[in-house]
């Protein structure tokens, strides 16, 4: 039923800057919380950060202080701003929702994560 769409994403040096967008629609519900996930190649799909209700963010220790996540007031748009980024940030990111306590695509019977948006850093 909800639709996330990621955009952003891009080949960067590193050290460069970039600023990934996610828009989620197709539901009549408020969602409680928003967050960007990413996935390595070989590795598992992590948590990079989140944003709940009162604006409240969470990071992964290996981006604070370099990526910020915001949501725009209102809606349904979520984004993340990488800055100084690095090699080891090259994934595929993803968007989720977070309804209550729960995530609309990371729990074991979620929706599917989609093609996200590729983020390469490499000089």
């Known amino acids: 039923q909800v639709r996330l769409m990621e955009s952003g994403g891009g080949l960067v040096q590193p050290g460069g800057s970039l600023r990934l967008s996610c828009v989620a629609s197709?539901?009549?519900?408020?969602?409680?919380?928003m967050g960007w996930f990413r996935q390595a190649p070989g590795k598992q799909r992590g948590l990079v950060a989140t944003i709940i209700t009162g604006s409240r963010t969470n990071y992964a220790d290996s981006v604070k202080g370099r990526f910020t996540i915001s949501r725009l007031d209102f809606q349904n748009t979520v984004y993340l701003q990488m800055n100084s980024l690095k090699p080891e940030d090259t994934a595929v990111y993803y968007c989720?929702?977070?309804?209550?306590?729960?995530?609309?695509?990371?729990?074991?019977?979620?929706?599917?994560w989609g093609q996200g948006t590729q983020v390469t850093v490499s000089s």
């Open positions: 989720d929702v977070k309804y209550g306590s729960a995530w609309y695509r990371n729990r074991p019977d979620g929706a599917s």
């Open positions: 197709g539901s009549p519900h408020s969602f409680t919380g």
